[in-house]
């Protein structure tokens, strides 16, 4: 087995609990925003996602994110989607994200322009996203692009892929393809229904997913009912406990609050689930409350990754 080449394989490669989480980068040519979000990050996650035009709208490039999260002195995690880019401009932004300090990757579909703010726009889709992780995988691994092409140095990406595991009719088998064409880790969308996951866990761990790939559960903790309601009706595969919600909205403005502790329960669980390898905390623009909920479940301060591969 190679050495580890990120932070984040290394303490995955050693049976710790990781935690990831993300930062977004702006709507403007600004990049304080992303140096704010990243600083309030240290110390707090083994590794940061840096998003690639969410919700298909235009926001500053990740490579840029990359290089703020690494200047903070986080290990960055480049999230690129297929949606936007051809295979040259993939390769392209696979090797620039490397020599700005990202070590991991977290290949996207993208969500589709029906839902940003360029719904006139053609998406590219040159190549899938079984394709994307090949690709990072050629390039670590055979030292090449696919033209032939040696490269020395060459990016040896850590490659994450998404799962949706609480859709309401579950295919594991969209995962193992991930996972056959070179994954190695798995972020899930966003979960408040521990008791389903605890049987999504069953089924991956009776298919050998968690032997195969890290599996890291995303969570988010909620603000009020409405929020929760808005998720609920316009997130895939994300489902808010009704009696989650009315907690939420008795609880006025202690809501945040108890979204908090909800959350912080949900990672405590998860911590006791046979194969899941860490979890992903998403602020949904508040960093202050990711360190609230890492901090209560007991998740800081992180453990130092010793790497073994430049």
């Known amino acids: 087995m190679s050495p580890a080449g ?9 049976g710790k609990f990781c935690v990831t989480s993300e930062v977004v980068p702006p709507r403007s040519a600004d990049p304080s925003p992303l140096d704010q979000q990243a600083r309030e990050l240290v110390g707090y996650a083994d590794a940061v996602n840096v998003t690639d035009n969410p919700v298909a709208s235009a926001h500053m490039s990740p490579l840029a994110g990359v290089a703020a999260v690494a200047r903070a002195g986080l290990e960055p995690t480049v999230q690129l989607t297929v949606r936007d880019r051809n295979r040259l401009a993939l390769a392209g932004d696979l090797l620039g994200a490397w020599a700005l300090g990202a070590r991991n990757l977290f290949a996207l579909t993208g969500d589709p322009l029906s839902v940003g703010d360029a719904p006139a726009a053609l998406a590219v889709h040159d190549i899938s996203v079984l394709d994307l992780v090949s690709l990072a995988r050629m390039l670590r691994d055979e030292r090449r692009l696919p033209s032939g092409q040696e490269l020395d140095p060459a990016p040896a990406y850590f490659v994450g892929v998404s799962d949706t595991p609480l859709v309401e009719v579950y295919d594991p088998r969209r995962l193992e393809a991930k996972l056959d064409a070179g994954a190695d880790f798995v972020i899930t969308q966003i979960t408040y229904d521990l008791e389903a996951i605890v049987a999504w866990a069953d089924v991956i761990r009776g298919r050998g997913i968690p032997e195969r790939a890290a599996v890291l559960v995303g969570v988010a903790p909620l603000r009020g009912g409405g929020q929760a309601r808005y ?37 405590a669980g998860l ?26 479940a007991g998740l800081f301060p992180r453990p130092i990754a010793v790497l073994g591969r430049a």
Do not use: F, K, W, Y
């Open 271 to 296: 911590r006791e689930i046979p194969g899941i390898s860490g979890v992903h905390v998403m602020g949904l623009g508040r960093e202050t409350v990711v360190r609230h909920v890492i901090e209560g």
């Open 231 to 267: 998720m609920n009706e316009h997130l895939p595969g994300v489902s808010v406990p009704e009696g989650l919600i009315a907690a939420l909205e008795a609880a006025g403005p202690e809501s945040e609050a108890v979204g908090t502790a909800q959350c912080v329960e949900i990672v």
């Open 6 to 14: 990120s932070g984040l394989e290394a303490l995955v490669r050693a």
